[in-house]
């Protein structure tokens, strides 16, 4: 079985300045997806950014990006230029590529806080 | 808009009580997914379903039951062999497993369960 996860509880940045939020997984398998979603307090579940195993080049979102290890099995987010906004519980999911398994195994998530 | 629908809002249970929570999509997705969340525990699967007429069990499925009569629909039972039912629950659909199955899971706003 898939495990995937955040070891950060939670992280502090202030505005205008970068964080990483780092998710680790676990998984035999060579194809797959990764993904990072966002919960602000209204508690949706909104999609930051999408990875394919199979692509060596990290996805981009604006703001947000990610650096993808296949290697070290790790997947981590990078938020540039902070926004209030941007305050949120953030979720690391796996989602497997075979044709069989449709579900996403989440992290336990990392609380970030974005301060003036 | 297209999207996904939770009702209701709040829910609260008495003992020995089921419960049913409601999910509609007009996404046109095939696939729809049942998620519980604790706190600090992230989001762990409940039930899902690929088709029509047809579902499995998710990582937690005991004490739940779901049925998919419709493509829209996809109604959760929160039964009293649930001995610890309060939580928020959060229901998602993706276009499927077939075609474009690493396509991200789109989520409704969510329930909140609580025992009288």
């Known amino acids: 079985a898939q495990t995937v996860t955040q070891s950060q509880p939670e992280m502090s940045v202030q505005e205008a300045e970068t964080v990483t939020l780092s998710c680790t997984y676990d998984t035999s398998e060579s194809d797959y997806y990764l993904f990072w979603y966002k919960q602000p307090p209204s508690r949706q579940m909104i999609l930051v950014i999408r990875?394919?195993?199979?692509?060596?080049q990290n996805a981009t979102e604006n703001r947000f990006s990610v650096n993808f290890q296949k290697a070290a099995k790790s997947f981590s987010l990078k938020i540039s230029d902070s926004q209030l906004g941007d305050a949120a519980m953030y979720f690391c999911a796996y989602r497997s590529g075979g044709g069989t398994a449709s579900k996403l195994t989440f992290g336990t998530g990392t609380r970030l806080q974005v301060t003036l | 808009d297209g999207g996904i629908t939770q009702s209701p809002k709040y829910l609260f249970r008495k003992e020995g009580q089921n419960v049913t929570l409601s999910c509609e999509q007009n996404?046109?997705?095939?696939?729809m997914y049942w998620y519980r969340q604790d706190p600090g525990q992230g989001l762990r699967l409940i039930y899902y379903?690929?088709?029509?007429?047809?579902?499995q069990k998710g990582d937690i499925a005991e004490g739940y039951s779901v049925s998919r009569e419709k493509k829209e629909s996809f109604p959760l039972t929160v039964t009293s062999a649930q001995k610890n039912p309060t939580a928020f629950y959060l229901c998602?659909?993706?276009?499927?497993?077939?075609f474009g199955f690493g396509q991200p899971q789109h989520f409704g706003d969510g329930t909140r369960l609580s025992i009288l």
């Open positions: 998602a659909s993706s276009i499927g497993t077939g």
């Open positions: 990875q394919e195993a199979y692509k060596q």
């Open positions: 379903s690929q088709i029509v007429n047809d579902f």
């Open positions: 996404l046109n997705h095939d696939a």
